[in-house]
């Protein structure tokens, strides 16, 4: 991402000398972005990609493109996510586009395909544990993110797959997506439920989006967190989501 929360992990991978492909719809947001990267960090260490990730064979282009770049791939971080009241084209994104981009972080990065491993953070939400009348279709898309991500980290566990597969839940996060909140063509006829979410903002407060980045950046750099539902609020911080075993 070019901007928000991506823009935020984009920069503290390159501090901590990551080779990046920033990959975004918004053109000019992704040029802003390029440039002021190359002025930091020299222009040979990241790419911008604008792609569409509901377009399927543009993202697995700029996976290629990526991976023929760099040489090879050893994280992906499917964070795009949207609020629109076409809500099949919120599940495209929020959902779909996950899936497709953690199946295509596989097929790079997976021992069963021949390559050295490496891990996934796919981006959720704190709406995923606390739900809001006002983004249902939001909602859904966040709890199904860690559903599939949940469950592809077991597969990638007993499969050998080598790939560590973890989600990151921010609650609110001062970011362009927040003022969505405000217009009908985001919400939709979900917006008259606006001051309930506004309450909500001011109860748990606002984060900035530089604490996110320091929890992705723990979800890539520790290597025994894997299957793991990460938690980043004003009240508690850094933190992980715990589940009751199942019975057999
Ligand atoms: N800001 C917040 O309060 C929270 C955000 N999140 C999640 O964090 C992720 C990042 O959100 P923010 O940085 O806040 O949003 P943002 O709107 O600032 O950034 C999202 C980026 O995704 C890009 N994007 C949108 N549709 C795309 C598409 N079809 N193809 C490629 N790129 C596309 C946008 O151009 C934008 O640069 C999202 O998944 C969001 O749901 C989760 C919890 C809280
Ligand atoms: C239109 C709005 C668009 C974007 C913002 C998203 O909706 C965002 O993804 C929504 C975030 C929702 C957050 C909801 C709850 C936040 C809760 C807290 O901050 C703290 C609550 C509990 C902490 C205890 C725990 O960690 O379990």
């Known amino acids: 991402g070019a901007q928000g929360i991506g823009r935020a992990v984009v920069q503290s991978l390159m501090q901590s000398r990551a080779q990046v492909a920033v990959v975004d719809l918004n053109r000019s947001c992704g040029d802003q972005c390029k440039s002021e990267l190359d002025s930091e960090f020299g222009a040979d260490c990241s790419i911008f990609l604008q792609c569409d990730v509901t377009d399927a064979d543009a993202l697995t282009a700029a996976f290629q493109t990526t991976v023929d770049r760099f040489g090879h791939l050893d994280i992906?971080?499917?964070?795009?996510?949207i609020n629109e009241k076409n809500w099949e084209k919120t599940i495209q994104v929020n959902l779909t586009s996950v899936i497709k981009g953690t199946y295509l972080g596989l097929e790079h990065m997976s021992k069963e395909y021949g390559k050295g491993g490496g891990s996934i953070i796919n981006v959720s939400s704190m709406a995923a544990f606390l739900h809001s009348p006002h983004q249902p279709v939001y909602t859904a898309t966040k709890?199904?993110?860690?559903?599939?991500?949940?469950?592809?980290?077991?597969?990638?566990?007993?499969?050998?797959?080598?790939?560590?597969?973890?989600?990151?839940?921010?609650?609110?996060?001062?970011?362009p997506l927040l003022l969505s909140v405000e217009h009908e063509d985001n919400m939709g006829k979900f917006v008259k439920f606006k001051d309930d979410f506004k309450k909500s903002m001011n109860h748990f407060g606002v984060l900035k989006p530089s604490l996110i980045a320091d929890g992705m950046m723990m979800l890539i750099t520790d290597d025994t967190i894997h299957g793991a539902v990460m938690k980043i609020t004003c009240s508690k911080g850094i933190h992980f989501h715990t589940y009751e075993p199942m019975s057999t």
């Open 76 to 81: 992906v971080i499917n964070n795009a996510g």
């Open 143 to 175: 709890h199904g993110v860690i559903g599939f991500s949940r469950a592809m980290a077991d597969a990638s566990s007993l499969g050998g797959y080598g790939v560590r597969i973890n989600v990151l839940c921010p609650a609110f996060v001062d970011t």
